[in-house]
């Protein structure tokens, strides 16, 4: 399995709440609809909460808090599963589609994105 990492900030004009939303009741149900053409294994969202832990936990590393306002997951079989999917023309169609979508409520240039393989310490597959 390999896994798409993609850390999400928000257009600058939407509020927190209007991003998660958006992206929650908007984006998902488009994700999920293209899912099977896509051939992703599974779509999780992470959205960013505040918490008192914030500020101590990153001072205790001496790392920051990047304002980021969530992290979308996105899992394939392999790497040949996902270009078998975008050379299809429905597949590319549908990429093309969650693309424009997310030019709505994402800024995409100040976002990052990466591909990796997990390696589960604790739960389940470990």
Known sequence: MIK????????P???PGEFRRYWREQHAPLVARHA????IRRYV???TVGSD???????ERGTQIEPYDGVAQLW???FEDLQAAL????????AAELLEDERRFIDLPACS????????????GA
Not at 4 to 11: H, S
Not at 113 to 124: D, T, Y
């Open 13 to 15: 004009e939407l509020e």
């Open 87 to 94: 050379a299809d023309e429905a597949g590319q169609q549908a």
């Open 4 to 11: 798409l990492t993609f850390v999400l900030r928000r257009l």
């Open 36 to 39: 099977d053409t896509l051939r």
């Open 113 to 124: 994105l990466w591909f990796g393989e997990e390696n589960v310490v604790v739960g389940s």
């Open 76 to 78: 394939w079989d392999s």
């Open 45 to 47: 969202q992470t959205h």
């Open 53 to 59: 832990f914030d500020g101590p936990l990153a001072e």
